[in-house]
């Protein structure tokens, strides 16, 4: 069987946990909070089964890299998927993600597929830190401005992180497939039902919410 490959960029803002999202990801239950990328790194790769296919995802932060601004164009033009983090507590950080955005659409793919991230939602639930974005208005911009998928997601107790970046995953696959045959139309986007009682995810369901937009 074939091995597909995909490359994904991590955006936003310093301080709102893009590297530690990328590490819960693929480190998952070995992950330390407040972990963050040796020096010198900026990628990490994580192989999935996603509906019978065996996919590589080369997963990057180079937001946090000093070279990152000398080589923009170049990081967008290869990544197939972009991952634009904010923080739920921190308004600055979701303003700013119009910034990340238009750099997206100026030096990514047409084709890119783009998941916006609200991290840090363990602090609301837990009365840390006061929510500074609503779900509905994140959700409704991220609508706005064509983002096919958007999770609230926490590197604490892992709420959302794997079926983000799993559904991801599927929307890649789709988008390769229908780029694949021009005369065959996209097959229809999946709808998410995410079930709390899976070991991976948290006990209890999270105040946050969890959409594919479509």
Avoid at 58 to 68: L, N, Y
Avoid at 107 to 136: F, M
Wanted: a neutral charge; proline letters at 2%; aromatic letters at 8%.
């Amino acid at each position: 069987m074939s091995v597909k490959s995909f490359q994904i960029i991590m955006i936003g803002d310093a301080e709102v946990g893009r590297a530690e999202v990328l590490l819960r990801f693929t480190e998952g239950a070995s992950y330390t909070q407040g972990q963050g990328l040796s020096m010198g790194e900026d990628s990490k790769v994580k192989a999935l089964n996603v509906n019978g296919n065996t996919v590589k995802l080369t997963i990057m932060d180079p937001a946090g890299s000093e070279r990152f601004r000398s080589v923009t164009s170049s990081f967008y033009k290869h990544a197939s998927g972009v991952v634009l983090v904010y923080d739920v507590t921190d308004e600055s950080s979701f303003e700013n993600c119009t910034h990340w955005q238009e750099e997206v659409k100026k030096y990514g793919k047409h084709s890119v597929v783009e998941c916006l991230l609200g991290n840090k939602i363990e602090k609301v639930k837990s009365g840390e830190s006061k929510r500074a974005v609503a779900t509905d208005r994140a959700e409704k911009w991220a609508k706005d401005h064509g983002i096919q998928l958007f999770y609230e997601v926490s590197t604490v107790d892992g709420t959302n992180i794997d079926t983000a970046f799993t559904q991801l995953t599927i929307k890649l696959l789709e988008n390769q497939s229908a780029g694949s045959n021009t005369n065959k139309q996209p097959e229809p986007s999946i709808n998410v039902n995410i079930d709390y009682s899976n070991n991976s995810q948290p006990a209890k369901k999270p105040g946050g919410r969890c959409n594919v937009l479509n």
